[in-house]
């Protein structure tokens, strides 16, 4: 039953109904109090009742600090999830609540930063951090009377893969200016390009992990174990490196490979390469040495043929010559 009350200028509800809990609101007029507790009361009668106090109470900042302790914080990415929450948290939607945000707002949301030249994919990845969080809400945190916003929402396209290799010359030639740098950075790169390992699993490699010609990586970004073989460019190397006692190969960390590694690039005149492209490098040699699909990925731990694709750039020219040779 509906008790509605005029207090000053507004109109408050109370709807009381057995198994139900208690819902209340306030409304500028009697005929918008009316409608609401008809609608209410008739939801309640057909079993279609939806508590929605929790989705109207809760803005998406708050929901986004709670999805950042619960579930960000255990991801391994998780330092780049984190990067986009706080980004989210400093846009105007953060200010809606969870039953007022609709999937007009992250459609204007997504054009507007499209128009400002901003990648396919780094929207879509910021907009995964809205889905997810609404999944979230709905599955464990029990919030009801909200959907999946980005269900229905028109993604933009992914953008075009990087298909960077470096030259025959610029190997060497950012090694040389690597070095004015840091000591441990041309190792590092060289070390990239022999094994396919990732720029974190390089640095924070032990030496303890390194038994006769096999890296064994107990931590990768997948969170599978992975069996690395070591070329024997790859195994002197690693020879050349003094033995630390924190057991660890490198003193460089993987945020200092980050920023020396372009400057190291512009001092040799480099353009467009990054660090991960030696990843895409080692892969794509791997393949031209002869290796097959299965033993590829094995080595760099790719867990899809198209993830694999992705990193494989071969030469056109190489297969030209081998085509010859048929």
Known sequence: MATIKRRGEAWRVGIRRKSYPTISGTFDSKADVQRWATEIEGDMSRARFLDIRDAEQTNVADALRRYRREITDTKKGARQESVRVDRWLEDGIAKKSLATLRSSDLAAWRDAHLKEGKAGSTVRLNLAIISHLYTIAIKEWGIQGITSLCAALRMPKPSKSHDRRPSAAEPAAVIDAA??????????????????????????????????????????????RRSVPLSQKARNLIATLPTRIDGRLFEMIPNAVSNT????????????????????????????AGFNVMEVASITGHKTLAMLKRYTHLSPHDLADRMART
């Open 179 to 224: 070095a004015k740098h840091h000591r441990e950075l041309p190792i590092i790169i060289q070390l990239a390009v022999e094994t396919a390992m990732r720029r974190s699993e390089l640095n924070l490699l032990r030496r303890d992990q390194i038994r006769g010609k096999v890296a064994y990586l107990e931590d990768t970004k997948n969170g599978e």
């Open 261 to 288: 590694f372009p400057k190291s690039c512009r001092d040799a005149g480099i353009v467009g390469l990054t660090f991960h492209d030696l990843r895409h490098e080692a892969t794509s040699r791997l393949f031209e």
